[in-house]
Protein backbone atom coordinates (compact mmCIF):
# COMPACT_ATOMS: atom_id res chain seq x y z
CA UNK A 1 0.00 0.00 0.00
CA UNK A 2 1.14 3.53 -0.58
CA UNK A 3 -0.96 5.09 2.34
CA UNK A 4 0.97 6.96 4.50
CA UNK A 5 1.64 5.81 8.42
CA UNK A 6 1.23 8.17 11.18
CA UNK A 7 2.14 7.67 14.86
CA UNK A 8 1.10 7.56 17.46
CA UNK A 9 -2.12 7.12 16.55
CA UNK A 10 -3.77 9.00 19.91
CA UNK A 11 -1.78 11.58 21.94
CA UNK A 12 -3.15 12.94 24.84
CA UNK A 13 -1.29 16.10 26.70
CA UNK A 14 -2.12 19.17 28.61
CA UNK A 15 -2.27 22.46 27.59
CA UNK A 16 0.71 24.26 27.17
CA UNK A 17 2.70 20.92 26.29
CA UNK A 18 4.22 21.01 22.61
CA UNK A 19 2.64 17.60 20.21
CA UNK A 20 4.60 15.88 18.17
CA UNK A 21 3.28 13.42 15.30
CA UNK A 22 5.04 11.69 13.07
CA UNK A 23 3.97 10.32 8.98
CA UNK A 24 6.15 8.33 6.63
CA UNK A 25 5.47 7.26 3.57
CA UNK A 26 6.68 5.06 0.73
CA UNK A 27 6.82 6.95 -2.54
CA UNK A 28 8.85 10.02 -3.59
CA UNK A 29 6.58 12.92 -3.37
CA UNK A 30 6.66 16.46 -4.54
CA UNK A 31 5.11 18.34 -1.66
CA UNK A 32 3.51 17.03 1.90
CA UNK A 33 0.96 18.21 3.62
CA UNK A 34 -0.68 18.85 6.60
CA UNK A 35 -4.36 18.60 7.36
CA UNK A 36 -7.06 18.83 10.49
CA UNK A 37 -10.19 17.09 11.34
CA UNK A 38 -12.39 18.19 14.14
CA UNK A 39 -15.09 15.11 15.24
CA UNK A 40 -17.28 14.61 12.91
CA UNK A 41 -16.24 17.61 10.31
CA UNK A 42 -14.30 17.95 7.17
CA UNK A 43 -10.75 18.76 6.51
CA UNK A 44 -8.75 22.01 6.86
CA UNK A 45 -5.83 22.12 5.11
CA UNK A 46 -3.20 23.06 7.32
CA UNK A 47 0.63 23.53 6.20
CA UNK A 48 2.24 22.38 2.66
CA UNK A 49 5.97 21.76 2.34
CA UNK A 50 7.73 21.36 -0.61
CA UNK A 51 10.10 17.98 -1.29
CA UNK A 52 12.99 20.63 -1.27
CA UNK A 53 12.33 22.12 1.78
CA UNK A 54 13.18 20.89 5.52
CA UNK A 55 11.12 22.93 7.57
CA UNK A 56 8.27 25.32 7.33
CA UNK A 57 6.35 27.73 10.37
CA UNK A 58 3.11 28.64 10.47
CA UNK A 59 1.92 30.04 13.73
CA UNK A 60 1.90 27.92 16.37
CA UNK A 61 3.00 25.03 13.70
CA UNK A 62 6.54 23.56 13.06
CA UNK A 63 6.53 20.95 10.19
CA UNK A 64 9.98 18.97 8.98
CA UNK A 65 10.60 17.14 6.26
CA UNK A 66 13.35 14.19 5.88
CA UNK A 67 13.29 12.97 1.85
CA UNK A 68 15.47 10.45 2.46
CA UNK A 69 13.92 9.01 5.43
CA UNK A 70 10.56 9.67 3.83
CA UNK A 71 9.40 10.89 7.04
CA UNK A 72 7.92 14.04 8.21
CA UNK A 73 6.97 15.41 11.25
CA UNK A 74 4.34 18.07 12.87
CA UNK A 75 5.05 19.85 15.98
CA UNK A 76 2.21 22.30 17.80
CA UNK A 77 3.42 24.78 20.21
CA UNK A 78 2.21 25.35 23.10
CA UNK A 79 -1.30 23.68 22.83
CA UNK A 80 -4.37 24.24 23.39
CA UNK A 81 -7.59 22.96 24.01
CA UNK A 82 -9.08 24.02 20.89
CA UNK A 83 -5.95 22.66 19.16
CA UNK A 84 -8.18 19.08 19.59
CA UNK A 85 -8.71 16.81 16.74
CA UNK A 86 -7.25 14.55 14.34
CA UNK A 87 -4.50 15.22 12.28
CA UNK A 88 -3.56 13.77 9.03
CA UNK A 89 -0.35 13.96 6.36
CA UNK A 90 -1.34 13.67 2.83
CA UNK A 91 0.87 13.60 -0.40
CA UNK A 92 0.17 14.13 -3.88
CA UNK A 93 0.07 11.57 -6.66
CA UNK A 94 -1.62 11.70 -10.12
CA UNK A 95 -4.24 14.15 -10.60
CA UNK A 96 -3.81 15.71 -7.71
CA UNK A 97 -5.05 12.39 -5.64
CA UNK A 98 -4.23 12.93 -1.89
CA UNK A 99 -3.11 9.77 -0.21
CA UNK A 100 -3.92 10.14 3.33
CA UNK A 101 -2.19 8.66 6.35
CA UNK A 102 -4.34 7.05 9.37
CA UNK A 103 -4.18 9.82 11.08
CA UNK A 104 -3.12 11.07 14.83
CA UNK A 105 -5.97 12.15 17.57
CA UNK A 106 -4.77 14.87 19.67
CA UNK A 107 -6.40 15.46 22.51
CA UNK A 108 -5.40 18.88 24.76
CA UNK A 109 -6.65 18.53 28.35
CA UNK A 110 -7.18 22.37 29.82
CA UNK B 1 -14.29 33.21 -2.59
CA UNK B 2 -14.94 29.64 -3.53
CA UNK B 3 -17.26 27.45 -1.27
CA UNK B 4 -17.58 23.90 -1.41
CA UNK B 5 -21.29 22.06 -0.19
CA UNK B 6 -22.54 18.73 0.76
CA UNK B 7 -25.96 17.47 1.42
CA UNK B 8 -27.70 15.60 3.14
CA UNK B 9 -25.55 16.08 6.24
CA UNK B 10 -26.70 13.26 7.94
CA UNK B 11 -28.30 10.08 6.43
CA UNK B 12 -29.94 6.92 7.74
CA UNK B 13 -30.85 4.59 5.39
CA UNK B 14 -32.21 0.74 5.14
CA UNK B 15 -30.17 -1.43 3.53
CA UNK B 16 -30.87 -2.42 -0.31
CA UNK B 17 -31.97 1.26 -0.94
CA UNK B 18 -30.71 3.54 -3.51
CA UNK B 19 -28.70 6.59 -2.37
CA UNK B 20 -27.56 9.83 -4.12
CA UNK B 21 -24.98 12.36 -1.74
CA UNK B 22 -24.63 15.81 -3.82
CA UNK B 23 -21.65 18.38 -3.51
CA UNK B 24 -21.41 21.44 -5.57
CA UNK B 25 -18.66 24.12 -5.11
CA UNK B 26 -19.03 27.63 -5.95
CA UNK B 27 -16.68 30.64 -6.65
CA UNK B 28 -14.22 28.43 -9.02
CA UNK B 29 -14.69 26.50 -12.92
CA UNK B 30 -12.86 23.41 -13.71
CA UNK B 31 -11.73 22.71 -10.43
CA UNK B 32 -10.79 18.88 -9.46
CA UNK B 33 -13.31 16.87 -7.73
CA UNK B 34 -13.19 13.74 -5.04
CA UNK B 35 -15.12 11.46 -2.93
CA UNK B 36 -13.75 10.57 0.34
CA UNK B 37 -14.97 7.84 2.49
CA UNK B 38 -13.97 7.74 5.83
CA UNK B 39 -14.66 4.89 8.55
CA UNK B 40 -14.62 5.32 12.52
CA UNK B 41 -11.64 6.37 13.51
CA UNK B 42 -9.66 6.06 9.86
CA UNK B 43 -7.84 7.75 7.36
CA UNK B 44 -10.09 8.62 4.33
CA UNK B 45 -9.98 6.54 1.46
CA UNK B 46 -10.28 7.68 -1.83
CA UNK B 47 -13.59 6.84 -3.79
CA UNK B 48 -13.71 8.83 -7.09
CA UNK B 49 -12.29 11.67 -8.51
CA UNK B 50 -12.87 13.57 -11.45
CA UNK B 51 -11.02 16.08 -13.74
CA UNK B 52 -13.80 17.27 -15.97
CA UNK B 53 -17.81 16.96 -17.16
CA UNK B 54 -18.21 13.19 -17.29
CA UNK B 55 -14.96 12.29 -16.57
CA UNK B 56 -15.24 10.02 -13.52
CA UNK B 57 -12.31 7.67 -12.21
CA UNK B 58 -12.75 4.86 -9.61
CA UNK B 59 -9.68 4.18 -7.61
CA UNK B 60 -11.72 1.18 -5.77
CA UNK B 61 -14.24 -1.65 -6.68
CA UNK B 62 -17.13 -0.86 -4.68
CA UNK B 63 -21.14 -0.33 -4.75
CA UNK B 64 -20.99 3.04 -5.65
CA UNK B 65 -20.85 5.20 -8.48
CA UNK B 66 -20.06 8.86 -9.15
CA UNK B 67 -21.41 11.31 -12.01
CA UNK B 68 -20.78 14.71 -12.97
CA UNK B 69 -23.47 16.23 -14.76
CA UNK B 70 -22.46 20.20 -14.55
CA UNK B 71 -18.99 21.34 -14.03
CA UNK B 72 -19.35 22.60 -10.63
CA UNK B 73 -21.58 19.26 -9.35
CA UNK B 74 -20.17 15.76 -8.53
CA UNK B 75 -23.09 13.06 -7.46
CA UNK B 76 -21.84 9.92 -5.44
CA UNK B 77 -24.91 7.29 -5.75
CA UNK B 78 -25.69 3.65 -5.50
CA UNK B 79 -28.26 1.21 -6.77
CA UNK B 80 -28.34 -0.76 -3.52
CA UNK B 81 -26.62 0.03 -0.22
CA UNK B 82 -25.31 -2.17 1.50
CA UNK B 83 -24.17 -2.66 5.48
CA UNK B 84 -20.55 -1.99 4.77
CA UNK B 85 -21.41 1.55 3.14
CA UNK B 86 -21.87 3.26 6.11
CA UNK B 87 -18.99 5.68 7.08
CA UNK B 88 -18.64 9.73 6.60
CA UNK B 89 -17.94 10.91 3.48
CA UNK B 90 -16.16 13.57 2.02
CA UNK B 91 -16.34 15.39 -1.31
CA UNK B 92 -13.01 17.88 -1.84
CA UNK B 93 -12.41 20.31 -4.88
CA UNK B 94 -9.17 21.32 -5.93
CA UNK B 95 -6.93 24.31 -8.13
CA UNK B 96 -3.69 22.15 -7.99
CA UNK B 97 -1.87 20.71 -4.93
CA UNK B 98 -4.38 21.62 -1.83
CA UNK B 99 -7.50 20.30 -1.35
CA UNK B 100 -10.75 21.86 0.00
CA UNK B 101 -12.97 19.59 2.15
CA UNK B 102 -17.33 19.82 2.45
CA UNK B 103 -18.59 19.25 5.92
CA UNK B 104 -19.36 15.67 5.12
CA UNK B 105 -22.41 13.17 4.52
CA UNK B 106 -22.82 10.82 7.81
CA UNK B 107 -23.89 7.79 6.23
CA UNK B 108 -25.71 5.19 8.76
CA UNK B 109 -27.11 1.99 6.62
CA UNK B 110 -29.27 -0.27 8.87
Known amino acids: SQQGEEDPQALSIQEGENATMNCSYK?????LQWYRQNSGRGLVHLIL?????REKHSGRLRVTLDTSKKSSSLLITASRAADTASYFC??????????FGQGTILTVHP | SQTIHQWPATLVQPVGSPLSLECTVE??????LYWYRQAAGRGLQLLFY??????ISSEVPQNLSASRPQDRQFILSSKKLLLSDSGFYLC?????????FGPGTRLTVL
Open chain 1, 49 to 53: IRSNE
Open chain 2, 92 to 100: AWSPGRQQF
Open chain 1, 27 to 31: TSINN
Open chain 1, 90 to 99: AYITSYGKLT
Open chain 2, 50 to 55: SVGIGQ
Open chain 2, 27 to 32: GTSNPN
